[in-house]
């Protein structure tokens, strides 16, 4: 993590909720330098959609999308639309953690509480929505967060086509679950094959900006990953 700022208690886990690894603003939800917002987005695109497919409810079918948990079961609210850009064609994956208090609940309904103080946490700091496109729990299951019709904000400045991927917890404190492992693995493996993208597309934040995300201990597991005969490199 670039930055540990103190933003704000979670009322619903009592954990401090943390910039964590998204850092910064980035260029999507602050800088503007990319694409802009297409013309066709009118003022009334300030207000936060409520729409199903704003709620991120919208997914391929089948495929490795077919367990993942709608953002409508978790989230409060929808995306504030005049602060993104649309999403580009995906060329690249990036890993992080949450970096916040280590998490080991296996509980779906602590997983969606802490998934709902991020998305707060990054609204407040002026960005249009939690900064990542998953996540995933200790217990293996993955959600769906931002609207994969918009640009991710996880990377500074290298948010365009980049998919972010969060697992839950802080793995410079904590070991990753097999659990988490195993369904980070089964689910990255799954969009190369989608995009058609191959292990030199795969990074954690810390392979493209100064930080410590994903934290040591996951970062040691992406590396294997990777890795001849590893998980990702025979996706």
């Not at 700022?5 to 260029?27: K, N, P, V, Y």
Request: net charge positive; with cysteine; glycine share 10%.
């Amino acid at each position: 993590m670039n930055r540990r700022e103190l933003l704000r208690a979670s009322t619903g886990l009592g954990i401090l909720i943390l910039t964590g690894c998204a850092g910064r603003r980035s260029t999507a939800d602050a800088d503007r330098a990319i694409t802009g917002l297409p013309q066709s987005h009118s003022p009334r695109a300030t207000r936060q959609s409520r729409r199903p497919d704003w709620l991120g409810d919208v997914l391929p079918q089948g495929g490795g999308y077919a367990n993942v948990i709608p953002r409508s079961a978790w989230a409060q609210a929808g995306p504030i639309i005049a602060r993104a850009d649309p999403m580009l064609p995906v060329n690249k994956v990036t890993v992080h953690h949450d970096g916040m208090s280590p998490f080991f609940s296996t509980t779906q309904a602590d997983a969606m509480r802490r998934l709902e103080s991020i998305r707060k946490a990054h609204v407040g700091q002026g960005w249009a929505d939690i900064g990542y496109h998953f996540s995933i729990d200790p217990a293996g299951r993955v959600y769906a967060c931002r609207p994969l019709s918009l640009q991710g904000a996880h990377v500074k400045d290298q948010n365009p086509g980049n998919l972010g991927v969060m697992v839950m917890g802080n793995f410079e404190a904590q070991q990753p679950t097999p659990a988490a492992l195993t369904s980070l693995e089964s689910f990255v493996g799954g969009l190369m094959r989608q995009y058609r993208i191959g292990t030199r597309s795969i990074f954690t934040h810390r392979e493209l900006a100064s930080t410590a995300c994903p934290g040591r201990n996951l970062q040691t597991r992406m590396v294997q990953a990777r890795a001849a005969g590893g998980k990702l490199a025979i996706a």
